[in-house]
């Protein structure tokens, strides 16, 4: 009879040294891909990575935000796998990385459209390229002079840490006569996030802001308004009736469009690599477009 027990005994212990041991190689197998950067694409990136890890249980795809610029600096000071951008890296960060040894490699992974949203109760349509300047620069600062109420125009933008902040300010408010960057009026309301901003115009009547069109396109809250490349252009709108205007982005009539990015410190390894051609494949194009971003051109 003690033998019998001392058998049974064994038996149990040894079935729990192998069920402890196959749980301690599942957990060391369990490959980690860390991503930060673009609140515009966060998103997104996490229902990439939600979708991602349902057909691949052993891997864990942790995203963050914080802006392209915070997700940049992650990936040169070799903490992150994957830096999500909404603007190209500049040339002081691919000085920057050469001294750190990191070779960022980019990968195209969708398009946005910017969107300028004022308050639904706003009677503006559109606006065009140089009205927008003007008014982001404190020139024109009065919906009256744009055929408006009589209201002092509110303005509303992102932190400069935010990919958005720099394609705007790069691309809407350009540089002045003298080849100076022109910088946002110092009235500007600096929020963090798109979706802050969002909030923000919807409350406010004289408000104006600006980010990726995928935050606001079935939104009724706020209202997108029309661009115009000139005076003599058709306004075009990145998004109408909660449906995103993809050719209009695609074929560049829509003047406030960009690329968005990852980055990786070269050639990835396989696990990042994997995550990579998830996004670039049909299934991961196909999230882009349900999360009302733009997929790359077929």
């Known amino acids: 009879m003690k033998n019998k027990l001392s058998l049974v005994v064994t038996a149990i212990l040894i079935s729990l040294v192998l069920f402890v041991g196959c749980k301690k190689k599942e957990e060391v197998e369990k490959s980690i891909v860390s991503v930060k950067g673009s609140d515009t694409m966060v998103n997104l990136s996490q229902k990439w990575a939600e979708n991602y890890m349902k057909k691949n249980p052993n891997a864990s795809i942790q995203v963050t935000g914080g802006g392209s610029g915070t997700g940049i ?72 002079q744009l055929g408006g109420e009589d209201l002092p125009i509110v303005l509303y933008g992102r932190e400069n840490s935010s990919g958005t902040y720099e394609f705007f300010k790069e691309h809407v408010l350009g540089k002045d006569e003298r080849g100076e960057t022109r910088d946002f009026a110092n009235t500007t309301q600096v929020l963090q996030g798109t979706a802050a901003l969002g909030e923000a115009v919807a409350r406010d009547n004289k408000g104006i802001g600006y980010g990726g069109v995928g935050y606001f396109a079935v939104r009724t809250d706020v209202k997108i308004l029309k661009v115009k490349a000139d005076e003599t252009a058709e306004g075009i709108a990145p998004a109408q009736e909660g449906k995103v205007n993809y050719e209009a982005i695609w074929n560049g009539t829509y003047s406030i469009s960009r690329y968005l990015y990852c980055y990786t410190n070269g050639t990835p390894d396989k696990k990042v690599q994997d995550f990579m051609d998830f996004i670039l494949s049909k299934e991961g194009q196909d999230l882009v477009k349900q999360m009302e971003y733009i997929p790359l051109p077929q």
Do not use: C, H
Request: glycine share 4%; proline share 3%.
């Open 73 to 144: 600096a992650a990936l040169l000071n070799g903490t992150m796998d994957i830096a999500n951008s909404s603007r190209e890296l500049k040339e002081k960060e691919y000085e920057l990385a050469k001294t750190k040894n990191i070779s960022p490699k980019e990968f195209k992974v969708a398009l946005d459209g910017i969107a300028v949203i004022v308050n639904p109760t706003n009677t503006i349509n559109e606006l065009t390229m140089t009205q927008i300047l003007e008014i982001f620069t404190g020139k024109i600062t009065n919906w009256k």
